[in-house]
């Protein structure tokens, strides 16, 4: 397969990048996070969709190798904008596939904070329910100890899958990311729709925040969006309104800017 040839390339001639989009409070628009989202660049074909070299990194068993590249990059990269904006307050959440969690990641990532100075309570493991489906102890043993060294989980595209509630009850899950398509929802479609959308997500709003769980909203494109989160009691967002992924130096920049 080509795809397979551009990931084994890829990781010997370093093109696999850690982009960042930031996360804001709704309250007031400031960046308190960036999500990492992995790139593949290649250097005629340029970016490859992530979805698809995912996909096939899961099935090849490359993506243990990919991953640790992109924590890597994504690690460094939140090191730098500390260097740049002089605080030590913004987080880091890193998106992982269910076959990323074996026994020797707390090790490897621990290792990975000490050397970059970066403590443990920045970094947020993003899952989905694909993780947790999976019923493995080991993987619960790893995000048990991931949790108690001090990394907050979060659950990703919350609400698009099977039995979400009863996860949130039965693992350490700190974030509840509201998946993009309530956010769409909200300014898409008929009247009807649209209310019943509110009502979805201030219910899921209320259920995260009983249960302890502060609650991202994605796919945020528009200022009436933002509005209607807000009043929605929806803590943070991400989406193209505030900034689309983009490379270490852009953001770098960005945020100069902005300061
Ligand atoms: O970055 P978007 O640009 O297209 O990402 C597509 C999908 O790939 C999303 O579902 C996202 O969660 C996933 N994804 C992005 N980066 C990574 C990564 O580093 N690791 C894993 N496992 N998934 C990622
Ligand atoms: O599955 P996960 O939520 O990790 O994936 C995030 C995906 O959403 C990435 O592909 C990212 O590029 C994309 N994304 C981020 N913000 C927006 C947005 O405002 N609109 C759309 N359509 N996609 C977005
Ligand atoms: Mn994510
Ligand atoms: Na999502």
Redesign the pocket.
């Known amino acids: 397969h080509e795809i397979e040839q551009y990931i084994e390339t890829g990781l010997r001639e370093d093109w696999f990048e850690a982009w960042l989009q930031p996360i804001v409070g709704l309250g007031d628009g400031q960046i308190v996070g960036f ?1 990492a989202l992995m790139r593949l660049d290649h250097p005629e074909k340029g970016l490859m969709p992530p979805g698809k070299i995912i996909g096939i990194a899961e099935e090849t068993g490359t993506i243990g190798r990919i991953g640790d590249r992109v924590l890597d990059k994504a690690i460094r990269h939140l090191a730098a904008i500390s260097k740049l904006d002089g605080t030590q307050n913004t987080y880091l ?1 890193v ?1 992982f596939s269910p076959l990323q969690f074996e026994l020797t990641l707390p090790h490897k990532l621990a290792a990975l904070l000490l050397k970059h100075h970066i403590s443990p309570q920045r970094i947020v493991i ?1 899952i989905t329910e694909a993780v947790l489906m999976l019923d493995n102890p080991e993987v619960h043993a790893v995000l048990k100890q991931l949790n108690e060294f001090g990394c907050r989980i979060a659950l ?1 595209d919350f609400g698009t899958g099977y039995s979400s509630l009863s996860y949130l009850n039965r693992f350490p899950v700190d974030i509840v ?1 509201v998946d993009q398509s309530f956010t769409r929802s909200l300014s898409s479609g008929t009247a009807d729709v649209r209310r019943k959308s509110r009502m979805l997500i201030k219910g899921i709003r209320t259920i995260s925040h009983q249960m302890g769980c502060t609650v991202v909203a994605e796919g945020i494109e528009t200022k009436e969006q933002w509005q209607l989160l807000r009043k929605l009691g929806v803590d943070n967002g991400q989406g193209y309104l505030f900034s689309r992924p983009m490379p270490i130096d852009g953001m770098l920049a960005l945020l100069e800017n902005e300061s």
């Open positions: 999500e959440a998106n993003e990703d990311k």
